[in-house]
């Protein structure tokens, strides 16, 4: 099983919905997870960081957190075209000296 | 606050040949990681470093070294170059390892293209 795992899509939304994006990870120890944006030849931006189980709400995106299931997921509420990117999952492995590993993205394209 | 810096933002070299990256991180932020991203693989892990201390190495081969600062500043070398060593490098960094203080950002990247 790889450390972090995302699902690669590409995932295409209508604009206004809501777009879904999961994220598992193997370390149960992880304390850490992170979402990032990333468009075509830049680098990753950061989203929101998320430490607790439950969700995190930042204007338009909620990430969710349930460590029982080691997953992570981020919903972005009315999806514009601008939100078409790659988003990248990221863990902090705690047996790793909380090395921070990426899943391999999932690509979203919002359909106007 | 100034973002992280990344000198050169495009490099091309030949394969044998040997390349230094630079990166600057944001002030007060004294963890320093280092990335591979190419289309293939994504990005992959390289290194850590932390107060001048390497904490993390990933899966690469030796060619692959890096090194940290008393300022935090940070550069990575390769050497013998071969062609698969193209890519985006990509630097992050973070106030401290451990929870709360790793939230990681990246500079803008250094194109490496071996010819």
């Known amino acids: 099983q790889k450390e972090v795992e995302q699902n690669s899509g590409p995932l295409s939304v209508p604009e206004g919905a809501i777009a879904s994006l999961n994220c598992t990870y193997s370390d149960r120890g992880s304390q850490s997870f992170f979402w990032y944006r990333q468009y075509s030849g830049k680098s990753p931006e950061l989203i929101m960081s998320i430490y607790s189980n439950g969700d995190k709400e930042d204007g338009r995106f909620t990430a969710q957190l349930n460590k029982a299931s080691q997953y992570v997921s981020l919903l972005i509420r009315d999806s514009q075209p601008s939100d078409s990117a790659t988003y990248l999952c990221?863990?902090?492995?705690?047996?790793?000296?909380?090395?921070?590993?990426f899943g391999p993205g999932t690509s979203l394209s919002v359909i106007p | 606050k100034a973002g992280v810096t990344q000198t050169p933002r495009y490099l091309i070299k030949t394969r044998g040949q040997q390349v230094t990256l630079s990166c600057s991180p944001i002030?007060?932020?004294?963890?320093v990681s280092w990335y591979q991203q190419t289309p293939g693989q994504g990005l992959q892990f390289l290194f850590e470093?932390?107060?001048?201390?390497?904490?993390n190495k990933g899966n690469f081969p030796g060619r692959f070294s890096g090194r940290q600062f008393s300022n935090s500043r940070s550069e990575m070398n390769v050497s013998t170059l071969e062609l698969g060593d193209s890519a985006l490098y990509l630097c992050a960094s973070s106030q401290a390892p451990g929870q709360y203080t790793d939230t990681q950002y990246f500079g803008p990247g250094t194109r490496l293209t071996v010819l």
């Open positions: 002030s007060g932020h004294r963890s």
């Open positions: 470093y932390f107060s001048e201390t390497q904490r």
């Open positions: 990221a863990v902090s492995l705690k047996t790793s000296y909380d090395k921070v590993i």
